[in-house]
């Protein structure tokens, strides 16, 4: 992805909460906290995109949800902590 590409994403992102806040505040009358909200969790959003497509080693959890999977699949469990059931327990 490209600085264009990135700036591209964050402006879609922002101008759709933005959009989605107006048409908010329109329906319940209540201008202008749905399109500043809207508009603040647009900027959220994108940064975070930004950060999972950029970067995703910044974010805290990752490492730690892909060793859980890995360790799972390595004792056969599934996330709750259950058994996994296999075609040859099912028959």
């Known amino acids: 992805m490209s600085v264009f590409g990135a700036g591209l994403s964050m402006a879609l992102f922002v101008g759709l909460f933005a ?28 940064f975070y995109h930004l950060v999972r497509t950029y970067a995703p080693e910044m974010l805290p959890s990752a490492d730690k949800r892909n060793a859980a999977s890995k360790a799972r699949q390595a004792e056969g469990t599934s996330p709750d902590g259950r058994p996994e059931q296999t075609s040859e327990d099912e028959s």
């Open 19 to 46: 959009y989605g806040g107006l048409e908010l505040d329109q329906a319940l009358g209540s201008s202008p906290w749905c399109l500043i909200s809207g508009t603040m969790l647009g900027f959220v959003a994108s």
